[in-house]
């Protein structure tokens, strides 16, 4: 048969001859012609030891003039490329070296690189142990086309892999910061269960010193890595092979998680959640096939620490007079009442905290990137109703358009309005701030609906007429409980198991007092005592800042209960509710026991009355909403009933 023979054709020959068949057979055994056979018979060679190694050229060297000056090149800049040479060739001799003659010159190069040129680099495989080794690193998902709810989603992974199994892991984050590396080194560790000896990533600017000499880690790298028990290792600058256990898997994830969507039939998520949960399907499938040596690795891992700790970054910030602070090269707006003082900024690697004087007073998404603004219009609406003429040069404005209906409004009111639309659409975005954005937009598209003209005052009419009348008054009949037994709880000490039954009796009780201080009635709510054996009522006191039914603060209608002694406190005097304190949480108002009698002895029970009857009767009013809140515990048998009743009129609460 035509076509070069191979050495497994040639053992084929022979095997047929020393079987003991004629040489035509053994040719045709073979699949060649009987010269060809007479003739490896005759060598006893194989065609591999026949073959000579080509001496001559079937054409003219083109490059052997330029020779010389191309080797002086490479021995200077080994870096230079074949297809680099050819073009500097190309415009240094015009008209003498064609396209087609770059592969000649590629195969010489490399020809030359092997024989004559320098030594490469060696990369040496390593021996990897259980649980020594978790390797991490960021890797850009942007060429997957992920979206959430239809709009594009631009985010990274922060992925962990131990180098000894395998096993890996990811976090969705946005940018390669310390708070994005601290929070997906804890999610991949709390998910593994146990902490590996070392952690090792490269040289990222949020991990390493990259300015010093040494490229040593941050303190704050350093006290992650302390709090866990882990030493922090790193690879050398422009090294990723020293991290190959991750590197190499990034491509292999993303090959993954694409063929997964393609079996999902859609890029598109709901939710991050959603996005999320099918990241955590996909890796428990490949983790599947690693089980084995997984064991391995958990069985010599060290323990997690306690708890989590939240890591951020602090920055220390005046509030500018536009009412923002500057953060990590992005401007922020806050509330206008912060400007001139000083704000500490708690950076995490998805939000930010606004504290100030100890309290946090705003909570903001976080910007990625440089360069960026996020201004909320709630928190400079105020200053720009008085400004009116500020809003259509502002530098931010489009950040005051809050949706695209808004935007729309204000086109409207320019072409119809010109010299007020700022005016009226800022009137607009102020009662946007104070009633409801949602309600202000859906009054703005039904109005383009419609074809009617944008009016503030036309909004604010629909607003009011949507709003929903305030519930009725709902009705609690709350017996009320004698606190004797409270006051006996504070003033002397009882043994284990009278102190046991006082604690049930004081939390029922506080239970009342928290019950009717901290739900909000309609504006009037009255308190009632109805007719009970003792004139000991449970009063509750409300306050509304600048709501007080035209009442100065603290001011209140009383009427004495007849028959109480002179010189003894009516039973509806609080005598003000009480602020917090070691057995009352702070803004929880206390119950206060208060004296009164039936009588001019001032006593409205009969010697030895259980003082837990009274309050084991309580009923828990916390479930219903008390506009009319009544005090009725029930009179003892034997004893009378007392018909006075004692009525006030409380403030309608904060």
Same mark, same amino acid.
């Given at each position: 048969?035509?076509?070069?023979?191979?050495?497994?054709?040639?053992?084929?020959?022979?095997?047929?001859?020393?079987?003991?068949?004629?040489?035509? &057979?053994?040719?045709?055994?073979?699949?060649?012609?009987?010269?060809?056979?007479?003739?490896?018979?005759?060598?006893?060679?194989?065609?591999?030891?026949? !073959?000579?190694?080509?001496?001559?050229?079937?054409?003219?060297?083109?490059?052997?003039?330029?020779?010389?000056?191309?080797?002086?090149?490479?021995?200077?800049?080994?870096?230079?490329?074949?297809?680099?040479?050819?073009?500097?060739?190309?415009?240094?001799?015009?008209?003498?070296?064609?396209?087609?003659?770059?592969?000649?010159?590629?195969? !010489?190069?490399?020809?030359?690189?092997?024989?004559?040129?320098?030594?490469?680099?060696?990369?040496?495989?390593?021996?990897?142990?259980?649980?020594?080794?978790?390797?991490?690193? $960021?890797?850009?998902?942007?060429?997957?086309?992920?979206?959430?709810?239809?709009?594009?989603?631009?985010?990274?992974?922060?992925?962990?892999?131990?180098?000894?199994?395998?096993?890996?892991?990811?976090?969705?984050? $946005?940018?390669?910061?310390?708070?994005?590396?601290?929070?997906?080194? !804890?999610?991949?560790?709390?998910?593994?269960?146990?902490?590996?000896?070392?952690?090792?990533?490269?040289?990222?600017?949020?991990?390493?010193?990259?300015?010093?000499?040494?490229?040593?880690?941050?303190?704050?790298?350093?006290?992650?890595?302390?709090?866990?028990?882990?030493?922090?290792?790193?690879?050398?600058?422009?090294?990723?092979?020293?991290?190959?256990?991750?590197?190499?898997?990034?491509?292999?994830?993303? @090959?993954?998680?694409?063929?997964?969507?393609?079996?999902?039939?859609?890029?598109?998520?709901?939710?991050?959640?959603?996005?999320?949960?099918?990241?955590?399907?996909?890796?428990?499938?490949?983790?599947?096939?690693?089980?084995?040596?997984?064991?391995?690795?958990?069985?010599?891992?060290?323990?997690?620490?306690?708890?989590?700790?939240?890591?951020?970054?602090?920055?220390? @910030?005046?509030?500018?007079?536009?009412?923002?602070?500057?953060?990590?090269?992005? #401007?922020?707006?806050?509330?206008?009442?912060?400007?001139?003082?000083? #704000?500490?900024?708690?950076?995490?690697?998805?939000?930010?905290?606004?504290?100030?004087?100890?309290?946090?007073?705003?909570?903001?998404?976080?910007?990625?990137?440089?360069?960026?603004?996020?201004?909320?219009?709630?928190?400079?609406?105020?200053?720009?109703?008085?400004?009116?003429?500020?809003?259509?040069?502002?530098?931010?404005?489009?950040?005051?358009?809050?949706?695209?209906?808004?935007?729309?409004?204000?086109?409207?009111?320019?072409?119809?309005?010109?010299?007020?639309?700022?005016?009226?659409?800022?009137?607009?975005?102020?009662?946007?701030?104070?009633?409801?954005?949602?309600?202000?937009?859906?009054?703005?598209?039904?109005?383009?609906?419609?074809?009617?003209?944008?009016?503030?005052?036309?909004?604010?009419?629909?607003?009011?007429?949507?709003?929903?009348?305030?519930?009725?008054?709902?009705?609690?009949?709350?017996?009320?409980?004698?606190?004797?037994?409270?006051?006996?709880?504070? !003033?002397?000490?009882?043994?284990?198991?009278?102190?046991? *039954?006082?604690?049930?009796?004081?939390?029922?009780?506080?239970?009342?007092?928290?019950?009717?201080?901290?739900?909000?009635?309609?504006?009037?709510?009255?308190?009632?005592?109805?007719?009970?054996?003792?004139?000991?009522?449970?009063?509750?006191? $409300?306050?509304?800042?600048?709501?007080?039914?035209?009442?100065?603060?603290?001011?209140?209608?009383?009427?004495?209960?007849?028959?109480?002694?002179?010189?003894?406190?009516? &039973?509806?005097?609080?005598?003000?509710?009480?602020?917090?304190?070691?057995?009352?949480?702070?803004?929880?108002?206390?119950?206060?026991?208060?004296?009164?009698?039936?009588?001019?002895?001032?006593?409205?029970?009969?010697?030895?009355?259980?003082?837990?009857?009274?309050?084991?009767?309580?009923? *828990?009013?916390?479930?219903?909403?008390?506009?009319?809140?009544?005090?009725?515990? &029930?009179?003892?048998?034997?004893?009378?009933?007392?018909?006075?009743? @004692?009525?006030?009129?409380?403030?309608?609460?904060?």
């Amino acid at each position: 048969m035509p076509g070069r023979k191979s050495d497994a054709d040639v053992c084929r020959l022979w095997d047929a001859l020393v079987n003991g068949r004629t040489l035509e &057979a053994a040719a045709r055994a073979a699949a060649m012609s009987l010269p060809t056979a007479r003739k490896y018979r005759r060598s006893g060679q194989m065609p591999s030891e026949m !073959q000579k190694p080509r001496t001559w050229r079937t054409r003219e060297n083109p490059f052997a003039q330029a020779w010389p000056e191309i080797e002086a090149m490479l021995r200077e800049e080994p870096r230079l490329k074949a297809k680099t040479i050819f073009e500097e060739l190309q415009a240094s001799q015009p008209g003498r070296f064609q396209e087609g003659q770059l592969r000649t010159l590629q195969r !010489q190069i490399r020809q030359w690189r092997a024989s004559e040129g320098y030594d490469r680099e060696a990369f040496f495989p390593q021996v990897h142990y259980p649980g020594d080794v978790g390797a991490s690193d $960021f890797t850009d998902m942007s060429s997957l086309d992920i979206t959430i709810g239809g709009r594009s989603f631009p985010h990274l992974l922060y992925h962990f892999v131990l180098t000894y199994s395998n096993w890996e892991t990811a976090s969705i984050c $946005f940018s390669e910061s310390f708070e994005s590396l601290a929070e997906g080194f !804890q999610n991949a560790v709390w998910k593994l269960g146990g902490v590996p000896r070392r952690h090792r990533t490269d040289c990222l600017s949020a991990a390493v010193k990259n300015l010093s000499p040494d490229r040593d880690f941050t303190a704050r790298v350093y006290g992650l890595m302390h709090y866990y028990g882990v030493e922090p290792t790193r690879t050398n600058p422009r090294s990723p092979h020293e991290n190959g256990d991750c590197e190499s898997l990034h491509g292999h994830l993303k @090959t993954t998680i694409d063929q997964a969507l393609l079996l999902r039939g859609s890029r598109d998520f709901a939710s991050r959640q959603e996005y999320q949960r099918f990241l955590d399907e996909v890796f428990a499938k490949k983790n599947a096939g690693r089980s084995k040596r997984f064991a391995e690795e958990q069985a010599v891992m060290r323990s997690l620490p306690a708890r989590r700790v939240p890591f951020f970054d602090t920055i220390k @910030t005046k509030v500018r007079k536009s009412s923002t602070i500057p953060v990590k090269q992005n #401007v922020y707006s806050v509330p206008s009442r912060l400007i001139g003082e000083e #704000v500490t900024v708690r950076v995490f690697a998805e939000h930010l905290e606004i504290w100030y004087a100890g309290r946090c007073t705003e909570r903001l998404p976080r910007l990625h990137g440089k360069r960026k603004h996020r201004i909320n219009y709630r928190h400079v609406i105020t200053s720009l109703v008085r400004k009116p003429g500020a809003f259509e040069n502002y530098q931010w404005r489009d950040d005051l358009f809050p949706s695209v209906r808004f935007r729309m409004a204000y086109d409207e009111l320019r072409e119809r309005l010109p010299t007020r639309a700022s005016r009226e659409y800022l009137t607009l975005l102020h009662l946007a701030a104070t009633e409801s954005e949602a309600a202000v937009e859906a009054a703005i598209g039904r109005l383009l609906d419609e074809g009617r003209p944008i009016e503030a005052k036309a909004i604010k009419d629909m607003i009011g007429q949507d709003q929903m009348p305030a519930d009725a008054a709902v009705e609690a009949n709350v017996p009320a409980p004698d606190f004797d037994q409270y006051d006996a709880l504070l !003033q002397t000490e009882l043994d284990t198991e009278e102190a046991a *039954d006082d604690a049930d009796a004081l939390a029922t009780a506080l239970a009342i007092g928290t019950a009717c201080c901290r739900t909000q009635p309609p504006r009037e709510a009255t308190i009632e005592a109805v007719p009970a054996t003792s004139p000991a009522a449970m009063v509750c006191s $409300f306050d509304k800042e600048g709501q007080n039914d035209g009442k100065k603060p603290g001011e209140r209608t009383e009427t004495r209960t007849a028959g109480v002694a002179e010189g003894t406190p009516p &039973a509806d005097d609080s005598g003000g509710v009480r602020g917090g304190g070691p057995s009352c949480p702070e803004r929880i108002p206390q119950l206060r026991t208060v004296s009164g009698g039936t009588g001019r002895s001032g006593t409205g029970r009969t010697s030895g009355e259980s003082d837990h009857a009274a309050l084991a009767a309580i009923e *828990d009013p916390g479930r219903e909403e008390p506009g009319r809140i009544q005090t009725a515990p &029930a009179a003892a048998e034997g004893e009378s009933a007392t018909e006075d009743v @004692t009525c006030r009129r409380l403030p309608r609460p904060r």
